[in-house]
């Protein structure tokens, strides 16, 4: 019999906290990933019809079936694509959002939750340069911060230059949301060709001059902290191109403006303080649970005209008083106080010891590198700028880089995925979390030997 809906079970509860508790003890985090393997889909069927069922059988199925296919992406041993590390107290925040539903869709609604995040968004502000009158919203990541900040700048971009159809640049490196986002929005790509993987104020200006079609550039997306590589475009010179050309300044930080934390990394973003928005990815370097990007705006209002939604039921959220609404900043509506995990472990924690755990992956990737500098199957491909490290496997085919990728998850060693660089397919090590030790880069190392 299943238990009734409404009414607080203890027994389920007990299961499920149990569960959780027991996640969040382990350590270190096991990658705990069986492989997908032979079909598995059939282990779940007949779960989901007109009866329930024992809250512990179907909890059996959750560890049996689903989570061991699913790799622990805040595992140490998690170095993939950009991986995710939070802290024990932003997770554990995270459960008190579940358990009392805490929304954060309007302030008439949730006005503590939205200040709370605003909090983290002023504070995100002010390192990056801005005033206090910035401001933004909470999104699911940085593919909806891109996409809701670049509808901003088209918009606002065709207001000032008084064109429909309009443009805005980029580079190659862009993350591929910022493609996905001004396809989406109808807007024309210009891809800038960077200078050794950076974008510079330079090539924007060159290619602005060069241009040859009507439709005019309104905005220019710089990125710090490119996804394959790490760098960090030249954000000063970019600024100051768009200040002269009237462009919207969009800097995608989702990865790398995690910086701005660290007293060493922070004189890198100098520039920052001229874009007109800005990303950051609480779920990859600023260690809260998925999903959470913090959107920044210079210029809020810019962002209510083009985002706020009118409805005659909405017209309640809108009132005369001072008031934030999320809504008026992203294209979204209901949603979850995607700010709050970050906002809570800040607290507890303070920032000097955020910009130690940043510091800490950059320390470790340079530790990789000099690793990888010693040894004479391994190639350096380039000095990390952040915390990312590529490099080639001397005399691999892209088969062996295959293989040996899916040979270290399944001896659960690390979770590392090729990419390229230059044309060429080689292994990129991403970090992030604090905790990966050198002894796991050896091991990485030296099974590529
Ligand atoms: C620079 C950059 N921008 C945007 C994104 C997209 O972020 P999300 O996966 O949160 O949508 C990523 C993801 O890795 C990224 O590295």
Redo the contacts with the bound molecule.
């Keep these: 019999m299943a238990p009734d809906m409404f009414t607080f079970d203890e027994k389920m509860g007990e299961l499920i906290g149990r569960y959780c508790l027991e996640r969040l003890r382990q350590q270190p985090i096991e990658l705990d990933f069986g492989g997908v393997g032979d079909p598995f889909e059939e282990e779940l069927a007949g779960l989901l019809g007109e009866l329930g069922h024992e809250p512990e059988l179907v909890m059996e199925r959750f560890t049996s079936v689903i989570a061991p296919r699913v790799l622990s992406a805040d595992s140490e041993r998690f170095l993939a694509?950009?991986p995710c590390a939070p802290t024990k107290a932003a997770l554990l925040f995270d459960m008190v959002i579940s358990a009392s539903s805490l929304h954060g869709a309007s302030w008439l609604e949730s006005a503590g939750a939205v200040a709370a995040e605003n909090e983290v968004l002023k504070l995100l502000g002010r390192l990056a340069g801005f005033s206090n009158t910035c401001g933004g919203t909470f999104v699911?990541?940085?593919?909806?911060?891109?996409l809701s900040a670049l509808a901003v700048a088209r918009d606002t971009g065709r207001r000032r230059h008084g064109a429909r159809e309009v443009a805005i640049a980029c580079s190659s490196a862009s993350?591929s949301?910022i493609a996905s986002a001004l396809h989406l929005l109808d807007v024309e790509a210009v891809i800038v060709e960077s200078v050794d993987h950076q974008l510079t104020g330079e090539a924007v200006e060159r290619a602005l001059a060069a241009r040859d079609r009507e439709v005019p550039v309104v905005g220019v997306v710089a990125?710090a902290?490119?996804?394959n590589v790490g760098v960090i475009d030249d954000l000063s010179g970019i600024g100051k191109v768009a200040r002269a050309h009237d462009l919207w300044f969009h800097v995608?930080?989702?990865?790398?403006l995690a910086g701005l934390m660290s007293e060493n990394l922070r004189p890198r973003f100098a520039g920052l303080e001229l874009a007109d928005s800005f990303?950051v990815?609480p779920?990859?370097w600023l260690f809260a649970p998925f999903?959470s990007?913090a959107l920044v705006y210079k210029e809020p209002a810019l962002a209510r005209a083009v985002h706020t939604q009118h409805a005659s039921y909405l017209d309640a959220i809108h009132t005369e008083q001072v008031e934030w609404n999320p809504s008026d900043y992203a294209m979204q509506l209901s949603r979850r106080p995607k700010g709050l995990p970050i906002w809570f472990s800040l607290a507890v924690h303070g920032t000097l010891a955020y910009g130690q755990a940043v510091d800490a992956a950059c320390a470790i990737a340079n530790v990789a590198a000099r690793a990888i500098e010693q040894l004479p199957y391994l190639q350096l491909l380039r000095e990390p700028e952040l915390s990312i490290v590529l490099f080639h496997r001397l005399g691999w085919s892209d088969e062996d880089y295959d293989r040996w990728s899916h040979d270290l998850v399944r001896r659960q060693i690390a979770f590392v995925t090729p990419t390229s660089f230059e044309g060429s397919t080689c292994a990129r090590l991403a970090f992030l979390n604090p905790r990966t030790t050198e002894e796991i880069v050896n091991e990485i190392l030296e099974s590529m030997a």
């Design positions: 694509f950009i699911s990541g940085g593919s909806m911060g891109n993350h949301s990125t902290g490119t996804t995608d930080g989702a990865y790398g990303i990815d779920h990859k999903d990007c």
